[in-house]
């Protein structure tokens, strides 16, 4: 476990961000307190031509699979009860929403240390 909060504006849930790539929602008040499990959204992985600008090839390549994202962090959203920010090991941040497990906003990490929202 990266990272453990308890969401400020609903105290009885504990958010965990786990080595395994999950963000866990736990409900203390519940007899299995697990609520939900969260996992960043996977983009769509890029070509073998698309990472190699001058690379043609006429045999088929084999898509690169895309790499899993570590959650680093996790806190609940201070004026929303309903949704949680995670940061990930690649500098990206996603806002969810607790109750679809839908992922509603997406700040991809840039190495020059910008974001991209989405």
Not at 3 to 21: F, N, Y
Not at 39 to 53: F, I, M, V
Not at 90 to 96: K, Q, T
Request: proline share 13%; hydrophobic share 35%.
């Amino acid at each position: 476990v990266w990272g453990l909060d308890v969401h400020s504006e609903s105290p009885r849930i504990l958010l965990s961000a786990s080595a395994d790539g999950t963000i866990r929602v736990w409900d203390t008040n519940l007899q299995s307190p697990l609520r939900c499990t969260l996992r960043a959204p996977t983009p769509p992985p890029k070509s073998p031509a698309a990472q190699s600008p001058g690379f043609r090839s006429p045999q088929a390549q084999p898509m690169p699979m895309p790499r899993m994202l570590v959650p680093t962090c996790v806190r609940g959203c201070p004026l929303d009860a309903a949704s949680c920010i995670a940061g990930f090991d690649d500098g990206s941040l996603v806002r969810f929403d607790i109750e679809s497990g839908e992922a509603i906003f997406v700040a991809e990490g840039d190495p020059w240390g910008g974001y991209h929202s989405q």
